[in-house]
């Protein structure tokens, strides 16, 4: 069983930053794919963002260039740093962890940048 829970999340202006995090459990979180979604109101849940256990990265193009993920196996924790918000990054943004068990969901963080 893994356990997820984000931080990080607020009330910036248009071209702010934010770093949030995920902090999971696990005693093997090294060992997991991990990423980030995003759900705005009324629009389907959207990718954002992977980090693989070995540290690759894969970007949405809404977000590449602008964004980082990252992570800290020595805090079991992720981060997605987010730069030059705009007001269509407005959503929940929800961390995703992949172990052998299977997949594991966060309960979110909301996100809200105003113009």
Do not use: H
């Amino acid at each position: 069983q893994v356990q997820l829970v984000e931080s990080g999340g607020g009330l910036v202006q248009a071209g702010g930053s934010l770093r949030l995090s995920c902090a999971a459990s696990g005693r093997i979180f090294s060992s997991y794919a991990m990423g980030w979604f995003r759900q705005a109101p009324g629009k389907e849940r959207e990718w954002v963002a992977t980090i693989t256990n070995d540290g690759s990265t894969n970007y949405a193009a809404s977000v590449k260039g602008r964004s980082t993920i990252s992570r800290d196996n020595a805090k079991n924790t992720m981060y997605l740093q987010l730069n030059k918000m705009k007001p269509e990054d407005t959503a929940v943004y929800l961390c995703y962890a992949v172990s052998s068990d299977g997949k594991y969901w966060g309960q979110g963080t909301q996100v809200t940048v105003s113009s």
